[in-house]
């Protein structure tokens, strides 16, 4: 499979999946090359296992999309995700924070893996998604979750030749902004360039 298609399905996991392609695209690390990987379950289930120390960072976020994300440990989840091997399965998730991004970066081989928090409810997605090679976190200037992390939503990722990359899809850099907006996405909130 090639990471530019990597489709989270119905899981919530889109940090693991912008992180894989941003390691993927820069050459770092091509975790799905001449392997048999269907799900991204071998690395979420090696990251919940190495990062136990920011695990309630993730719960809180996870239990921000809902009480069916409010989970008693990471290991519930990864235990619901390891019988699943489809994607496919409701209620499992694990809403990354740019702390925990930017561990996946750093285990993946990406020198570059510090995220740039924005606050500014300004941060239009068309003043600021301009960087290839770039993972960026979405949210809505306004409304729920909003108030959280800076309103944090979503990962994306836009590879080298500037196309937005997320739900399998790749998004050509004239249509991305109206993409994302029709998706209910209107502003940057994290930034992490890795060139």
Known sequence: ME????????WGVC???????????TGVVNLLKDTDY???????DKFCGSNADIEKELLDFSAVFGVQYAYKNLA?????MKTDTTLLGDNMGIAM????????????GL??????GTTATTNSLASNLKSKKTIYGLGRATGKPGGYRNGLLHWVYIDSNGNLL???QSVSPDKTVDFLTSNGYDKVTHYIPLN
Not at 15 to 25: E, L
Not at 76 to 80: D, S
Not at 97 to 108: D, E, I, Q, Y
């Open 166 to 168: 997320t739900w399998g």
């Open 76 to 80: 519930e989840v990864v235990g619901k």
């Open 97 to 108: 924070t740019a702390n925990g991004v930017s561990r996946l970066c750093k285990s993946l």
């Open 3 to 10: 990471a530019s298609k990597l489709n989270q399905n119905k």
């Open 15 to 25: 940090g693991f999946v912008a992180a894989i392609q941003a390691a993927s695209d």
């Open 38 to 44: 269907n799900t991204l379950f071998p690395v979420i």
């Open 111 to 116: 020198k570059n893996s510090d995220f740039h």
